[in-house]
């Protein structure tokens, strides 16, 4: 507040313009009317609906003839449509937009698919990362991906710095929660590098766990940026001990750890150490699953390489000898087989659950956005019921965010990040790949079904 008694005259002129300025910047209140409202936390339906925005949160949702905009209020009519939260991805990569190499590039390195194009992009200029982060940002929002959780592989500071941009109005994105470098051991994602190189490589992606010591250091380093999360890959290079101060440090400064974890040995570790959440979790025991429901560590599943989807990519990005698809073909049908048991143990063990894409792949022919909304529908066709699979991208994954307060479901006083689809998401879970209306903080990003 400025001080007003200086002098009576100036002191008016400040009250006046304090006023003006106030007037002139009323939050502006937007009514959205549509045929339903589908809440993922009780499945509820409510039919027809409306929805009282006021800046960027929500104030009021009910039936039409008991929600009343003030007069001026703008109208949003989406006709028949239905009204759901915004979409969250608990786990991608917007700074990585891998091509598939060639194959016999592929057979020539170890990690041949995925670690060139993961060097390349962190040898190659950080302000071309950025800029692609930006693009990717974009095409997720405009599918209807309202927020993310950017789990490592951006550089030093690309997803902390994207956040802000986005937060700030300088670029087109979902919101971020940003785990900047991701903490793993030696011996992960890319070997065998040239020594003399390897640690100045590294460092523009990773920080190396190497003791106890270091692991706080290493939260510490992200601490400096800003980060909202800290992301650890677990392999049977980490120990427990190692974990656990990390676990430790970053929970001093109320942030949360997620863990990447595949084999039962790292589940375990990630268990033992306190993770919040284990990602992936490929290999998880029903041991595991029972100590996971007890301590409510999520579980955040990322069925990227289930129904074919990596063949899929493979098919459409190279040329393969007939020896190398039969190989896809049939590592794909082993995928599905262990995938589809994974979701179901899941189910059936109550465990907290989550989804997402870890989408870090170019896809031919679909943007990124488009690319990561069929990865989340690969649950459904693991015969995860559709209700589950909009919980695990909506209210659920509020809660591993720790956002359960501000997004997840269209609720007073949540930020009003809604998407709408022409047709029914429970009786056709594919409608969510066809996202016609997009609105993150009040704002619309997309309206393909009313004029406005
Ligand atoms: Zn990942």
Redesign the pocket.
Same mark, same amino acid.
């Given at each position: 507040m400025r001080n007003l008694a200086v002098s009576s005259l100036a002191g008016l002129v400040a009250v006046i313009s304090t006023a003006q300025l106030k007037a002139q910047s009323a939050p502006p209140v937007t009514l959205v009317k549509a045929g339903r409202l589908l809440d993922p936390r009780t499945g509820n339906v409510l039919a027809p609906a409306a929805v009282l925005i006021e800046g960027d949160k929500i104030k009021q949702v009910g039936a039409p003839s008991q929600v009343s905009a003030p007069v001026g209020s703008r109208m949003i009519d989406l006709g028949s449509a239905t009204l759901l939260p915004g979409l969250i991805d608990s *786990?991608t *990569?917007l700074f990585l937009d891998v091509i598939v190499p060639p194959e016999a590039e592929i057979r020539r390195h170890e990690n041949g698919t995925f670690a060139p194009g993961l060097l390349m992009t962190i040898v190659e200029s950080p302000t071309k990362r950025a800029l692609v982060g930006a693009q990717l940002a974009r095409e997720d929002l405009e599918s209807g991906i309202t927020t993310v959780r950017n789990?490592g592989h951006s550089g030093i500071d690309g997803d902390t710095e994207l956040r802000d941009a986005i937060n700030a109005g300088r670029a087109l994105g979902p919101r971020i929660l940003a785990s900047g470098r991701k903490l793993i051991t030696r011996g992960e994602y890319v070997q065998n590098l040239n020594p003399a190189l390897a640690d100045g490589i590294l460092q523009q992606e990773f920080l190396l766990i190497d003791g106890t010591d270091r692991a706080r250091q290493s939260v510490r380093q992200n601490e400096f940026q800003n980060v909202d999360v800290i992301k650890v890959s677990a392999d049977e290079n980490l120990t427990v001990p190692e974990l656990a101060a990390i676990v430790d440090e970053a929970h001093r400064a109320h942030l949360r750890v997620a863990v *990447?974890a595949i084999d039962a040995n790292s589940i375990q570790t990630a268990i033992d150490a306190g993770a919040d959440s284990i990602?992936h979790g490929n290999q998880v025991t029903e041991e595991q699953l029972k100590q996971m429901k007890t301590k409510g560590i999520f579980l955040v599943l990322t069925p990227t390489f289930y129904g074919g989807f990596f063949l899929k990519i493979t098919e459409s990005s190279i040329v393969m000898s007939s020896a190398m698809h039969a190989e896809e073909v049939a590592s794909a049908a082993r995928r599905n087989e262990r995938y589809a048991q994974l979701v179901q143990r899941v189910l059936k063990s109550g465990v907290k659950f989550a989804a997402g894409s870890?989408m870090c792949w170019f896809y031919p022919g679909k943007t990124r956005g488009q690319a990561s909304t069929a990865t989340f529908l690969n649950l459904h066709q693991a015969e995860m019921p559709a209700l589950d699979v909009i919980r695990a991208i909506t209210v659920n994954a509020a809660e591993v965010l720790s956002w359960q307060d501000r997004i997840g479901g269209v609720e007073p006083g949540k930020f009003a990040d809604l998407i709408a689809v022409a047709g029914d998401p429970l009786a056709d879970i594919t409608e969510l790949e066809r996202v016609d209306f997009v609105m993150k903080g009040g704002q619309v990003v997309r309206n393909e079904l009313s004029s406005h």
């Amino acid at each position: 507040m400025r001080n007003l008694a200086v002098s009576s005259l100036a002191g008016l002129v400040a009250v006046i313009s304090t006023a003006q300025l106030k007037a002139q910047s009323a939050p502006p209140v937007t009514l959205v009317k549509a045929g339903r409202l589908l809440d993922p936390r009780t499945g509820n339906v409510l039919a027809p609906a409306a929805v009282l925005i006021e800046g960027d949160k929500i104030k009021q949702v009910g039936a039409p003839s008991q929600v009343s905009a003030p007069v001026g209020s703008r109208m949003i009519d989406l006709g028949s449509a239905t009204l759901l939260p915004g979409l969250i991805d608990s *786990h991608t *990569h917007l700074f990585l937009d891998v091509i598939v190499p060639p194959e016999a590039e592929i057979r020539r390195h170890e990690n041949g698919t995925f670690a060139p194009g993961l060097l390349m992009t962190i040898v190659e200029s950080p302000t071309k990362r950025a800029l692609v982060g930006a693009q990717l940002a974009r095409e997720d929002l405009e599918s209807g991906i309202t927020t993310v959780r950017n789990l490592g592989h951006s550089g030093i500071d690309g997803d902390t710095e994207l956040r802000d941009a986005i937060n700030a109005g300088r670029a087109l994105g979902p919101r971020i929660l940003a785990s900047g470098r991701k903490l793993i051991t030696r011996g992960e994602y890319v070997q065998n590098l040239n020594p003399a190189l390897a640690d100045g490589i590294l460092q523009q992606e990773f920080l190396l766990i190497d003791g106890t010591d270091r692991a706080r250091q290493s939260v510490r380093q992200n601490e400096f940026q800003n980060v909202d999360v800290i992301k650890v890959s677990a392999d049977e290079n980490l120990t427990v001990p190692e974990l656990a101060a990390i676990v430790d440090e970053a929970h001093r400064a109320h942030l949360r750890v997620a863990v *990447h974890a595949i084999d039962a040995n790292s589940i375990q570790t990630a268990i033992d150490a306190g993770a919040d959440s284990i990602e992936h979790g490929n290999q998880v025991t029903e041991e595991q699953l029972k100590q996971m429901k007890t301590k409510g560590i999520f579980l955040v599943l990322t069925p990227t390489f289930y129904g074919g989807f990596f063949l899929k990519i493979t098919e459409s990005s190279i040329v393969m000898s007939s020896a190398m698809h039969a190989e896809e073909v049939a590592s794909a049908a082993r995928r599905n087989e262990r995938y589809a048991q994974l979701v179901q143990r899941v189910l059936k063990s109550g465990v907290k659950f989550a989804a997402g894409s870890d989408m870090c792949w170019f896809y031919p022919g679909k943007t990124r956005g488009q690319a990561s909304t069929a990865t989340f529908l690969n649950l459904h066709q693991a015969e995860m019921p559709a209700l589950d699979v909009i919980r695990a991208i909506t209210v659920n994954a509020a809660e591993v965010l720790s956002w359960q307060d501000r997004i997840g479901g269209v609720e007073p006083g949540k930020f009003a990040d809604l998407i709408a689809v022409a047709g029914d998401p429970l009786a056709d879970i594919t409608e969510l790949e066809r996202v016609d209306f997009v609105m993150k903080g009040g704002q619309v990003v997309r309206n393909e079904l009313s004029s406005h």
